[in-house]
């Protein structure tokens, strides 16, 4: 890669962080850059999965507070869950052949275009659902284990949009504000990442250089945006990130 590529995926990564542990669609926007440089799919995925990390981990770190309030087991039980459905979907990455992701990639970000696009709908069902409480559900159902696993694998697979995902699984099955919903989510996704890389570091092929361009520019990304989530005006930032979102897929179509 030229210096101005490498400027591109640090600002990707940079980028990428923020949406970590605000609205959860990190990868649609460093995804599309990957492909852009001319990375494989699936090698760009496995990348930008392991570049993204510390921007998890950092945002992580500045929720911290928020995860002080969710009572420890309830935690343990979210972040292992999750983490379990990632292998699942780690594997899928690899074991399928290379075509079928390339050929699911568009669409795959077209539909997390869907998901960020009804985000506000969400997020008013949630709330509304925390003003009127029908009791009081402090540990996670069958339903809800069964979503966040299968979140979980969607995010070990691919991830773009998991956050959004996860949000609402969380939100519905467990009687938590929003703010604390938020900081879960960004905790279980990097439980989720941490173990998809280190399957991704071990058994797939990588590029190094992306990875750690991503990642430079993540760890500072995530921490921001764990200050920006707290009052995020998400109007506009979702409508740039549909329409980004919608030109790379339609851009990989081609």
């Known amino acids: 890669m030229t210096g101005p590529e490498h ?14 542990s605000t609205v959860g669609v990190a990868s649609l926007i460093s ?65 399928l052949p290379a075509e079928v992701f390339a050929a699911a990639a568009p669409w795959l970000i077209l539909f997390t275009c869907l998901i960020v696009g009804v985000q506000p709908w969400i997020s008013t069902w949630l709330r509304s659902r925390r003003e009127h409480p029908h009791g009081t559900q402090t540990t996670m159902s069958p339903a809800t284990t069964f979503f966040t696993a299968l979140t979980g694998v969607y995010g070990g697979y691919f991830g773009a949009g998991a956050g959004v995902m996860m949000m609402a699984v969380l939100g519905l099955g467990l009687d938590l504000e929003l703010r604390i919903v938020n900081a879960l989510k960004t905790l279980a996704l990097l439980a989720a990442n941490l173990v998809a890389s280190v399957i991704f570091v071990f058994v797939a092929d990588l590029d190094l250089t ?19 989530g707290r009052r995020l ?22």
């Open 7 to 20: 400027l591109a995926v640090v600002a990707a990564g940079l980028g990428a962080g923020m949406l970590t």
């Open 31 to 95: 995804f599309p850059v990957l492909i852009a440089l001319g990375i494989p799919p699936v090698v760009a995925n496995a990348s930008n999965t392991v570049g993204l990390l510390p921007g998890a981990l950092s945002g992580s770190f500045g929720y911290r507070r928020e995860l002080r309030e969710v009572p420890r087991p309830q935690t343990i039980a979210v972040v292992l869950t999750c983490a379990i459905g990632a292998i699942g979907g780690a594997a899928l990455l690899l074991a």
């Open 210 to 228: 992306a990875a750690a361009l991503l990642a430079a520019g993540s760890v500072v990304g995530g921490y921001v945006g764990s200050h920006i």
């Open 233 to 254: 005006p998400s109007g506009l930032l979702r409508a740039l990130i549909v329409l980004a979102g919608i030109i790379a897929a339609v851009l990989m179509l081609r």
